[in-house]
């Protein structure tokens, strides 16, 4: 019974903006990026991205950039947006990211044909056309997750 009221207590002290980022952040970008002990360790690591001043964290919201992505072509003649993983260069990995959640593929180097940088692949978020409050509330979730911080976001610093 103590447990259910220091949860109730705690998720009380949470502003309200934090808790509509955490659901937006639950909902897109759990995929592809871990915090707090949820979601998919693919993408870049946010835990810095966190620090950052309101203003950065929504340029990488709403970032297209895919320099994180490669254009992965097989000699088969099947081809993907893939995200490199570090290790063995004699068997490379891949997240194939045009699946959600993206799918871990491990290659031999001899299958693949090429992986150049590419264009195609575009940052989810980027594509969904949040509005400024929403774009807010992630970066209020992602600066809570982060550091704690429970401070608002106001929507005009993220425009």
Same mark, same amino acid.
């Given at each position: 019974? @103590?447990? *259910?009221? *220091? !949860?109730?207590?705690?998720?009380?002290? /949470?502003?309200?903006? /934090?808790?509509?980022?955490?659901?937006?952040?639950?909902?897109? %970008?759990? $995929? %592809? =990026?871990?915090?707090?002990?949820?979601?998919?360790a693919?993408?870049?690591d !946010?835990? /810095?991205? +966190?620090?950052?001043?309101?203003?950065a964290?929504?340029?990488? @919201?709403?970032?297209?950039?895919? $320099? &994180?992505?490669?254009?992965?072509?097989?000699?088969?003649g099947?081809?993907?947006? +893939?995200?490199?993983?570090? +290790? #063995?260069?004699? =068997?490379p990995?891949? &997240?194939?990211?045009s699946?959600?959640?993206?799918?871990?593929?491990?290659?031999?180097?001899? #299958? @693949? $044909?090429?992986?150049?940088?590419? #264009?195609?692949?575009? =940052?989810?978020?980027?594509?969904?056309?949040?509005?400024?409050? $929403?774009v807010?509330?992630?970066?209020? &979730?992602?600066? &809570?997750?982060?550091?704690?911080?429970?401070k608002?976001?106001?929507?005009?610093? /993220?425009?």
């Amino acid at each position: 019974m @103590i447990w *259910v009221a *220091v !949860l109730l207590w705690a998720n009380s002290t /949470v502003p309200q903006q /934090v808790q509509r980022g955490d659901a937006l952040f639950a909902e897109r %970008c759990t $995929q %592809c =990026h871990a915090l707090k002990g949820r979601g998919t360790a693919v993408g870049p690591d !946010l835990s /810095v991205m +966190g620090r950052l001043p309101a203003r950065a964290i929504a340029t990488a @919201i709403r970032s297209t950039a895919t $320099q &994180y992505v490669q254009a992965v072509t097989l000699k088969s003649g099947e081809t993907f947006p +893939g995200m490199p993983l570090p +290790g #063995d260069e004699s =068997h490379p990995q891949f &997240y194939d990211v045009s699946k959600m959640p993206p799918v871990l593929r491990p290659i031999d180097r001899s #299958d @693949i $044909q090429s992986a150049t940088s590419q #264009d195609a692949w575009k =940052h989810p978020p980027a594509l969904a056309n949040y509005t400024s409050e $929403q774009v807010a509330d992630i970066v209020a &979730y992602v600066r &809570y997750a982060v550091t704690g911080s429970v401070k608002p976001v106001d929507p005009t610093d /993220v425009e």
